[in-house]
């Protein structure tokens, strides 16, 4: 069964350093999201893109967030200068055009030092 | 704008006892109605969705869930859990007619002891 990947599954940083968090989504499905969950929280809406652009994005998406689907498989979230309350686990997910069926990664945990 | 609520934060139980897990959501524009199950250390799993139609949604691993528009409520039940239950739900809510964000709820921790 296709699923969405994540990499890498944990990535240290120090505080001001950037980080890339790629995913994979799913081959044939044409919307993409990025959720965060902060430890003992919910899961939060950071941005979704569809056809090459951002189509919404949340008050967290900052202009130190940024993504990219660079290529026809991955989809990456860069944090350029990260924070200590940018710690979290990050979930990549991916729909097709026939539901409304949101499929989510095992998400990156992010933990910033 | 919308906004879930789930009641419970825990939700003890014994292994084959039935479970109902509540979530209400509030929104002034239609929606559709997700539950999503994250096990230790993994990603989100959806267990069911409803979009239209009949207000009974059945999902995966014996789960199902009840639309109520007039108490805008859409709790999810299991008639007999098992220990493989014991996990963290979610219930999310999209603005139907597209492909919106899903908005969640806190989460309900549920525990299955033997």
């Known amino acids: 069964e296709p699923e969405v990947t994540q990499t890498p599954s944990h990535q240290v940083t120090q505080m001001g350093q950037e980080v890339i968090l790629r995913c994979v989504p799913i081959?044939?499905?044409?919307?993409f999201y990025w959720y965060r969950q902060i430890l003992g929280q919910k899961v939060e809406f950071l941005v979704s893109?569809?056809?090459?652009?951002?189509?919404?994005k949340s008050e967290i998406f900052d202009d130190q967030f940024s993504v990219e689907r660079p290529d026809g498989s991955n989809f990456t979230l860069k944090i350029r200068s990260t924070k200590l309350e940018d710690s979290a686990m990050y979930f990549c997910?991916?729909?097709?055009?026939?539901?409304?069926?949101?499929?989510f990664g095992p998400g990156t945990r992010l933990t910033v030092l | 704008a919308q906004s879930v609520t789930q009641l419970d934060s825990q939700v003890p139980v014994f292994e084959e006892a039935p479970v109902e897990l509540r979530c209400n959501y509030s929104?002034?524009?239609?929606?559709?109605l997700f539950w999503y199950v994250q096990y230790p250390n993994q990603g989100l799993q959806l267990l069911l969705k409803?979009?239209?139609?009949?207000?009974l949604v059945k999902g995966i691993n014996g789960f199902e869930a009840e639309f109520n528009k007039s108490q805008t409520s859409f709790h999810l039940r299991k008639p007999s859990v098992h220990i493989s239950d014991t996990a963290e739900y979610f219930c999310a809510v999209a603005i139907s007619g597209g492909y919106n964000k899903l908005i969640f709820g806190a989460g309900t921790r549920l525990a299955v002891h033997p």
């Open positions: 929104s002034s524009v239609s929606v559709y």
């Open positions: 081959s044939n499905h044409l919307y």
């Open positions: 997910a991916s729909v097709t055009g026939y539901n409304n069926e949101q499929f």
């Open positions: 893109f569809y056809n090459n652009e951002i189509s919404e």
């Open positions: 409803y979009l239209s139609g009949s207000t």
